[in-house]
């Protein structure tokens, strides 16, 4: 993996876990789990922890960035996915 891939999955990884834990399009994904599996249960707690879903979220991506980082199939999906992390942080110092 180089630099590129790495960073191209470091953007992703950061996006998605944002998306899952703090992203309104996903609230109804975490109102499930919380009313499925009880608003005490580690599940509920992993939707809401940005900690704890970013090492399941890496754990998908390195794999996908080591293996097929180099395919435009990967980075296309990468890069919008860091572009909008950082476009989100960016506003965030901005605004």
Same mark, same amino acid.
């Given at each position: ?39 005490? +249960? ?11 879903? +970013? ?15 180099? +395919? ?24």
């Amino acid at each position: 993996m180089n630099l590129t891939q790495f960073i191209l999955a470091l953007g992703s990884t950061c996006r998605i876990t944002r998306f899952v834990v703090k992203d309104t399009l996903a609230a109804g994904f975490r109102i499930w789990v919380a009313d499925h599996f009880g608003e005490e +249960s580690k599940l509920a707690y992993l939707v809401t922890c940005s900690w704890c879903t +970013s090492i399941w979220v890496a754990g998908g991506v390195t794999p996908l960035a080591y293996y097929l980082g180099g +395919s435009l199939w990967i980075q296309i999906p990468a890069v919008a996915l860091t572009l909008s992390y950082l476009s989100g942080v960016a506003s965030l110092w901005l605004d």
